[in-house]
């Protein structure tokens, strides 16, 4: 996977598809040389190309072609003449600048561990990775580079870890990595959105400036998710060159693609620089999170499969991994704080006739909950609601045959709370002004020890008290009033300690807890990222409930997401959020399509119909879930009106095809829409058709849809090998 060819300086690292190389000058500068589809060899005669730029310096005498400015590097610093944006910039006794030289590298096989950070894994058959010391002889600094390839997942990891000497430095900026392209055409594929419209895909020409994206909210956020893409522009779902950046973190972070005025183009991800900065001391070093970059020259479907493939066995904790997630019933939009045991009983067994496996009681369980406005970091069981207490009202859930699972949010602490009362210390905020509210909560702080200790025992307290199989770990605001709790000097080391303290508190509790599969919210989709679902195997997309509104949330989620780490439940309607009616038909076909599939909703208000329905969607999930939740996704023909997908097993012994019309319109063409993923020799049975196919009909004549004048109508077609 990493060969060194000594003769030529140059490190190649090959995947399945793609080649990355680096070589080092005889100035000891370490530049980047190719990344892109996959090459068997690279020659001598693959030369650099020098040219005087009048306005690139060059730190050479006598050579006014040799610039830092114009050469392709392999992790930038500022100072010495690169002037584009840099991955690195150190403050200490000698100034700002970094003359970063080779002085080493090791290979290994398998992938060492980022301490306190997650990151992915593997083992030495999987993985193999590279070290490359970079060194600044007059500041003692050195800069190790981190590469860990995976060859037949398709992807590379990159990191960083910057090590003081003699003296102490600052870091004002540490990004994951930087990589130059020779070229600027390309769009740039993005997740942006809102709270309830999360991760809508926005695809943006690539023009001269800087396009950026970034959180500064102490949580990767709904409104940006760390992840670029960089597309050929003739780039399709089925061909063309894509280029993958995905950060392994969960907190504030940045992301740009810089075009320059030489018409090439830096890519660039990591912590973000605006209220960051670390002091080290001498002799001690940082580690930056790590970033995960691919290629593929099979457009953005190959983008998306190899995505959810890494992710499925390179992120999420073995154990969960290919396990099928359980089909459950979450009590919040039925009946938010207004609850008894009883009133729960009566709908987990009502849920349980007709198939559901897990039963989810959300926010309201603890200290005198009965709204948002107090009790948070109280995790003691309401006796009121709960008379029994967890471990009763487990007992009879078990007794209907499913499981139990439980809702908390401990990263919060309310103003009206025991907590508060005897720890105010413990919530972000500032001595002497008013604390800025969310929800009326405020957040504790995970940058101390004690805090930490303190929600790692109280939820693992519950956690022992009952049967309990699941759990969704929610986070309802962003961090604002951080607390002077270090000097002056450091007090931009906040945000990211508290994202080191809430990843030491996850990995304690999942790992004294293995068996529990662990979900995380942040409001829905306000931390979906790949630092969470390293602990917690699958995320609530959205609080948006609505299917409508889900499609756009659900595609975007799933273009990097697997299904099995995406929440989507049916709700009731009208829908909460929106106020829309929809079909129960659509709201099953599209939370299917989500993958860890669900209700929310109180099932007891439901007549015999709509309750048979639901038999019948819980039926078909389970004769389905595998290939959602295992198989590959294609998404298929799309109008501004019309959304269509099909899941195919890896045999290609099933597929699972959604359309879904948002509303009827007069005259409307006939709409004829192709499947991809199939064996096309064999022959197909579709129940609902009452049809066979063979796989060349349906991906190359493809299907007529229904021409059904109805708002809101989708069809969901499995089609099984015969």
Request: proline share 4%; hydrophobic share 35%; charged share 20%.
């Amino acid at each position: 996977m990493i060969q060194y060819l000594e003769e030529n300086n140059l490190f190649h690292l090959q995947t399945r598809e793609f080649s990355y190389i680096i070589q080092i000058l005889e100035t000891g500068d370490v530049v980047h040389r190719y990344f892109g589809k996959k090459v068997k060899h690279f020659s001598p005669g693959n030369k650099i190309t020098y040219l005087d730029r009048s306005f690139s310096p060059s730190p050479i005498s006598g050579n006014r072609t040799y610039s830092l400015d114009t050469l392709q590097q392999e992790y930038s610093s500022n100072g010495l003449g690169d002037f584009r944006t840099a991955a690195l910039e150190l403050r200490n006794e000698f100034g700002v600048a970094l003359d970063l030289k080779y002085k080493g590298h090791r290979i290994q096989r398998g992938k060492p561990i980022l301490e306190g950070l997650p990151s992915s894994f593997g083992s030495e058959k999987d993985v193999e990775s590279l070290e490359i010391d970079l060194y600044d002889q007059l500041t003692d600094i050195t800069i190790t580079l981190q590469y860990s390839i995976f060859e037949n997942s398709n992807y590379l990891s990159r990191s960083a870890n910057i090590q003081t000497g003699r003296y102490a430095t600052k870091i004002e900026k540490a990004l994951s990595f930087t990589l130059d392209f020779p070229h600027k055409d390309f769009t740039v594929h993005s997740l942006a959105g809102r709270y309830g419209y999360e991760k809508e895909w926005t695809q943006t020409p690539l023009t001269k400036g800087k396009f950026s994206i970034g959180s500064i909210r102490g949580a990767s956020s709904h409104s940006k998710t760390p992840f670029l893409a960089l597309a050929d522009p003739a780039a399709t779902e089925d061909s063309g060159h894509v280029y993958v950046a995905q950060l392994v973190y969960s907190g504030n972070f940045a992301g740009f693609v810089e075009v320059t005025s030489l018409e090439t183009c830096r890519w660039g991800m990591g912590l973000n620089d605006e209220q960051f900065s670390w002091e080290l001391s001498n002799n001690s070093s940082f580690q930056t999170p790590e970033v995960l970059l691919s290629f593929t020259d099979k457009g953005l479907t190959g983008m998306t499969q190899d995505s959810h493939e890494f992710i499925k066995n390179h992120i999420v904790t073995p154990k969960f991994s290919h396990q099928e997630r359980p089909i459950l019933i979450n009590n919040w939009e039925g009946t938010y704080f207004d609850f008894t045991e009883d009133k729960i009983v009566e709908l987990a067994k009502t849920a349980s006739q007709v198939g559901v496996e897990l039963f989810v009681l959300d926010d309201g369980w603890f200290g005198k909950r009965n709204n948002d406005e107090s009790s948070l970091g109280d995790w003691k069981v309401n006796l009121e609601k709960l008379p029994n207490g967890l471990n009763g009202l487990a007992d009879r859930i078990n007794q209907l045959g499913m499981e139990f699972g439980l809702w908390f949010e401990p990263e919060m602490i309310s103003i009206d709370s025991d907590l508060y009362r005897e720890h105010p210390d413990w919530a972000i905020q500032i001595d002497g002004r008013q604390p800025i509210y969310s929800r009326e909560q405020l957040v504790l702080d995970l940058t101390k020890s004690e805090v930490c200790d303190y929600i790692i025992d109280s939820v693992s307290s519950i956690l022992e008290s009952a049967p309990i199989n699941y759990v969704k770990w929610d986070m309802n605001r962003n961090i604002t009033s951080m607390s002077p709790v270090y000097a002056n000097h450091q007090r931009f080391e906040f945000h990211h300690r508290y994202i080191l303290g809430l990843y030491q508190v996850l990995d304690t509790i999942t790992k004294r807890f293995p068996d529990i599969l662990f979900e995380s919210c942040a409001g829905g989709g306000g931390r979906n990222d790949l630092g969470l679902l390293y602990y917690m195997p699958q995320a609530w997309a959205s609080d948006n409930t609505d299917a409508i509104g889900r499609l756009s949330i659900q595609e975007g989620t799933s273009l990097i997401l697997p299904a099995s780490s995406m929440g989507a439940h049916v709700s009731a309607v009208p829908n909460h959020q929106v106020g829309r009616i929809t079909p129960l038909a659509t709201r099953g076909n599209v939370a299917m399509m989500g993958g860890a599939f669900g209700y929310e909703l109180d099932v007891t208000k439901l007549d015999q119909e709509e309750l048979e329905e639901i038999r019948q969607q819980v039926q078909t999930y389970k004769s389905i879930r595998s290939t959602i939740q295992e198989g590959l996704l294609y998404r298929l023909k799309k109008t501004s009106n019309t959304w269509a997908t099909n899941y195919v097993n890896k045999d290609k012994s099933q597929a699972v095809f959604t359309f879904v019309k948002i509303l009827a319109q007069s005259e409307a063409p006939l709409l004829q829409v192709q499947l991809k993923g199939l064996d096309p020799d064999a022959l197909y049975e579709c129940p609902q058709l009452g049809e066979t196919f063979y796989g060349d009909e349906l991906m190359n004549i493809g299907l007529t849809m229904p021409h059904v004048q109805k708002d809101y109508f989708s069809v969901q077609y499995i089609f099984n090998k015969i």
